[in-house]
């Protein structure tokens, strides 16, 4: 089940880093969204596809992609959900994906988290 996850993963992080909007649908629910908590801010995912496929249409879709200090996977009992949690290395920023599995996995939320981690000393 986790390496189908990572799989899936993988080609979703791949299709957003190259805008491809037509494979994020097909690995992100239908009520997928993407929470902003330090502004408080909420982005639905049609919403999204259209800011992607606008900045690839100009070729402006350039995101940078983040220096990832550690990736924690956590499963539900029945393996149904998984939260995985990454923490990035240039700025102790945390950001949490929501996957769930109903005959395959779909991202429900991307979330960037407003506390910091803490570092230990």
């Known amino acids: 089940m986790n390496n189908q996850l990572e799989h899936i993963r993988d080609i979703w992080v791949n299709a957003f880093f190259t805008g491809n909007y037509e494979v994020l649908a097909q690995y992100e629910d239908e009520h ?3 929470v ?4 408080g801010r909420i982005e639905s995912n049609y919403m999204r596809y259209d800011r992607i496929a606008h ?8 995101p940078k992609k983040p220096d990832v200090e550690f990736e924690e996977y956590e499963f539900n009992f029945d393996q149904t959900e998984c939260v995985v949690l990454i923490g990035l290395a240039e700025n102790q920023q945390q ?10 996995w779909k991202i429900r939320e991307l979330r960037f988290l407003k506390a910091k981690r803490t570092v230990a000393h």
């Open 32 to 34: 997928f969204k993407v």
């Open 36 to 39: 902003y908590e330090q502004d």
């Open 55 to 62: 900045a690839v249409r100009n070729g402006v879709w350039k």
């Open 95 to 104: 950001i949490k994906e929501i996957w769930v599995y109903d005959d395959t």
